[in-house]
């Protein structure tokens, strides 16, 4: 098997493995609707998870958060890496931020942060 074809099956199972994982989570919640409504996320957004099979890595983390809910972040996203969505921490002061926060990324402002003095307090 060459390695792309390797490569192709991998994303294929992983793909098959988050839509049953969508499916256990929409039926946990009643609807597609439900589950995006239950972490505060609008009606269309389930929608949209449903159509595209998957559930996005952030709402993932906030599913897993919600009391009785039957999977994990890494039942719904298998594959991906996520220790990119953990907080991280300045070593200097203990500031905590996450890569994905909007506006050019944590890790921009980690790295300005880290150029300018701080202390730790």
Sequence with gaps: MAKG?????ADEFCAAL????LLVAIEWAGSASALARSIGESHHNGT???????IP??????LAKLPGFPLTV????????LRRYKLQE???????SRYWVSGGGSLAMLNDHLKEPCEKG
Excluded: F, T
């Design 5 to 9: 074809d390797l490569r192709k099956a």
């Design 18 to 21: 988050e839509a049953r994982a």
């Design 48 to 54: 949209k998870w449903a159509q595209r099979g998957r």
């Design 57 to 62: 890595v952030r709402a993932a983390i906030k």
């Design 74 to 81: 890494g039942d719904m996203r298998p594959g991906d890496d």
């Design 90 to 96: 300045c070593p200097r002061c203990g500031r905590r």
